[in-house]
């Protein structure tokens, strides 16, 4: 077919591809980006767990249970159309930050929504990394 791309390599370097709902199950049609495995192994896609990282989700983060009869596929390819159709965690937070503010609705003893749904989005960042990577100081992913 005419319409058949070649799969992307995510390679450290480069930006990774939006992730979409049929991330799962579009490596056949040459979809999806994967991630480089050296030789003599082939690349693998991303697991759904690191796809959800990706999106900013925490590692605490708890996939439903799978279903009884459901199979280890279709539980999967389940994950990968919910993490596809999400919206990113740190940035719902950032963005409900400043319309709260935006609407004037404060709390006691609170100065900013803005500043609170900003420190939200980066706790989320941070609790989305591999846990030995989790020792990134918070000044880091502060904006300048």
């Avoid at 591809?17 to 030789?39: F, I, K, M, W």
């Avoid at 279709?74 to 919206?87: D, L, T």
């Avoid at 989305?128 to 300048?144: I, Q």
Wanted: aromatic share 8%.
């Amino acid at each position: 077919s005419g319409k058949w791309k070649p799969n992307h390599l995510a390679w450290p370097n480069k930006q990774l591809d939006t992730l979409t709902s049929h991330y799962g199950n579009a490596v056949g049609r040459g979809e999806s980006q994967l991630v480089p495995s050296s030789c003599p192994f082939l690349p693998r896609r991303f697991s759904v767990r690191e796809c959800a990282r990706v999106m900013g989700f925490p590692n605490n983060y708890s996939f439903r249970e799978r279903r009884d009869g459901q199979g280890e596929m279709a539980y999967r390819k389940e994950n990968y159309r919910m993490i596809g159709n999400a919206v990113c965690p740190p940035l719902i937070a950032a963005l409900a930050g400043s319309v709260l503010d935006a609407a004037g609705i404060m709390r006691p003893g609170m100065s900013s929504w803005t500043e609170e749904g900003r420190r939200v989005a980066i706790y989320l960042s941070r609790a989305s990394l591999r846990p030995r990577r989790a020792h990134v100081p918070m000044g880091c992913l502060v904006p300048e």
